[in-house]
């Protein structure tokens, strides 16, 4: 390893470490201490409070239901839509596999809010319609609950679990299952003994993931499992620290480090059954073929099946947040309502300075954030990837390591960690937190990038004079546009609707626009909640669109001809 690549990496290990490393290491000197003031002094209260709390257990059984059933329907809604899309003749296949995963475009605070203004039981619209259709004397729904939670954010995590299957499922040798029809057995004894098996790594990787998104979920939980009284751990959490009149920061970080423990455990379960994978390949060099199934009859409902699925996922949620925009308070859709309609919350939330200011904050956090990261993570996947070592293997799991933590379980060990820092309750707490807990995210579509590039690029480069930064600027990043791309759009968008972070550091000045949105649904104002979070949802879709169209002016013919030149053409040096 050259001097340079050695520094480079060094450097790299001591930064991710600070971003990464030391706000665990605080959270778990934080859950030995009484409180922020008394950081070092220690003690075992805070862990013997939070286990002989009486409500632990209830709480513990709330989040045992709620991630089980959550990533179970998830699971199971995934399985059946990749299905559909990779293996039938489906009509509008292309049309389904983008809308099977459109939900990750939609913040999880505004989705449940969302299913809050239809089912909540007081003046959820559809309840409301219910009861006025079949006179009804109480609401038929009541979202507020566990089952409610459960609904929605399966539905929020699908497309995750549907990433992960969809692939599996597209390369599954169909001849294992003519096989199997050939010797007489049925289509059930086919999918139990044949698909579901080969099929086993790729559904409970999706399963475990799963369950490793919902226990770190706030969104759903905060909007509607705390109107409810509902609690699972994340929002026990957020109780802790928000409810009483002294916040206790060391009883959640006590709080934090039981779900720290469960959530790394997962992330081992599922690492193996990943690693696992080779045991259940069915494709090979005598090569296959991806048959595809003939629905005949059943093609008709089962595409109105998923067009009622695409419906809920993607129309209901925009829909329901236009209406609500325009009128007074919620109400039936009819004459009266579409008479009341006006703009008004939307002029409300224009001149509102919170909204404002909120907004202002997340575009300065999506925008430089998203930037900073994706350039450290070009940086971490260089020396991950090129950089073959100890160091580079260090470096690559210590960048990984935030992936294992629910957002408010380290946004608690920030807490920490900044307390004692000027940039504790400022916009720049929320920034480094960012970047540090969504690096891997960052990293692992550069990683793929960098993959592709052969070695022997930047060596002729760096052989005819070319500068490290030279041969990085003319060679290596013009070839990494389609990974910096992917990289920025997914930083940008989990850092503009990023809640659970935030929840815990943002203080007055420094909200963001989801924790604006989580007021505005704790107070009720469901009117300027929708306007806000319309306008949330038309940034991120410009935003996305913007950065691709502009990542696709880099067409692959100038990429080639820029490697035609660095292997033909000696470059000049720079300093």
Not at 93 to 103: C, D, T
Not at 163 to 177: K, V
């Amino acid at each position: 390893m050259l001097k340079r690549e050695r520094n480079l990496t060094y450097a790299l290990i001591v930064l991710v470490s600070l971003l990464t490393v030391a706000p665990v290491l605080m959270l778990v000197m934080g859950s030995f201490s009484n409180s922020l003031h008394s950081f070092g002094n220690f003690t075992l209260k805070k862990y013997i409070s939070v286990y002989t709390d009486p409500m632990l257990f209830s709480v513990l059984g709330n989040t045992a239901i709620f991630v089980v059933g959550s990533a179970a329907f998830a699971t199971i809604l995934a399985l059946f839509l990749a299905y559909l899309n990779t293996r039938t003749d489906i009509p509008f296949k292309f049309l389904f596999k983008v809308l099977s995963v459109m939900p990750m475009m939609i913040p999880h605070v505004l989705f449940g809010v969302s299913w809050a203004l239809l089912l909540n039981p007081s003046n959820g619209i559809l309840n409301m319609w219910l009861m006025r259709a079949f006179s009804l004397s109480s609401a038929p729904f009541n979202i507020y609950s566990l089952p409610g939670m459960v609904l929605v954010e399966g539905l929020l995590d699908m497309p995750i679990a549907y990433l992960i299957i969809a692939p599996a499922m597209g390369s599954f040798d169909a001849s294992l299952e003519e096989s199997s029809r050939v010797f007489k057995s049925g289509p059930v004894k086919t999918l139990m003994r044949i698909t579901l098996p080969i099929l086993r790594p790729a559904i409970m990787a999706a399963f475990i993931l799963c369950i490793v998104r919902a226990l770190a979920s706030f969104g759903v939980p905060s909007v509607l499992g705390m109107p409810g009284r509902v609690y699972v751990l994340s929002t026990f959490i957020y109780r802790v620290i928000t409810v009483s009149l002294i916040a206790d920061y060391g009883k959640a970080a006590a709080i934090g480090m039981s779900i720290l423990v469960i959530s790394v455990g997962l992330i081992y379960v599922y690492r193996y059954f990943t690693r696992a994978s080779d045991k259940f390949v069915t494709v090979s060099s005598r090569g296959f073929k991806p048959s595809v199934v003939q629905l005949r009859k059943g093609k008709i409902p089962l595409f109105i099946i998923l067009l009622l699925i695409s419906f809920i996922l993607i129309v209901l949620p925009v829909l329901v947040l236009l209406y609500t925009s325009l009128v007074p308070y919620v109400m039936v859709p009819g004459k009266q309502a579409f008479a009341a309609m006006s703009l008004q919350n939307w002029r409300v939330v224009i001149k509102d300075p919170i909204s404002l200011r909120s907004l202002k904050n997340s575009l300065f956090l999506c925008l430089v954030g998203a930037t900073v990261g994706t350039f450290l993570s070009v940086l971490v996947a260089y020396v991950i990837v090129k950089i073959k070592s100890k160091a580079s293997g260090f470096l690559e799991s210590i960048s990984f390591l935030s992936f294992s933590f629910p957002g408010i379980v380290i946004g608690i060990g920030f807490m920490w960690y900044f307390v004692r820092t000027p940039i504790y309750a400022t916009i720049w707490a929320l920034f480094f937190s960012y970047v540090a807990t969504y690096l891997p995210y960052g990293i692992r579509p550069m990683t793929s990038a960098f993959v592709q590039i052969h070695g022997s690029l930047e060596e002729s480069s760096l052989v005819c004079g070319a500068s490290f930064a030279t041969t990085m600027r003319r060679i290596v990043i013009p070839l990494l546009v389609p990974g910096i791309v992917s990289s920025w759009v997914l930083l940008a968008t989990m850092f503009f609707r990023e809640l659970s972070l935030s929840a815990v550091l943002s203080r007055p000045g420094t909200e963001v626009l989801a924790i604006q949105i989580l007021r505005f649904s704790e107070d009720g104002q469901w009117g300027r909640l929708s306007a806000l979070g319309l306008i949330m949802i038309a940034i991120s879709i410009i935003m996305v669109a913007g950065v691709n169209i502009l990542g696709a002016r880099f067409k692959p013919g100038e990429v080639r001809e820029k490697r035609v030149k660095v292997e033909s053409q000696p470059l000049k040096a720079t300093s």
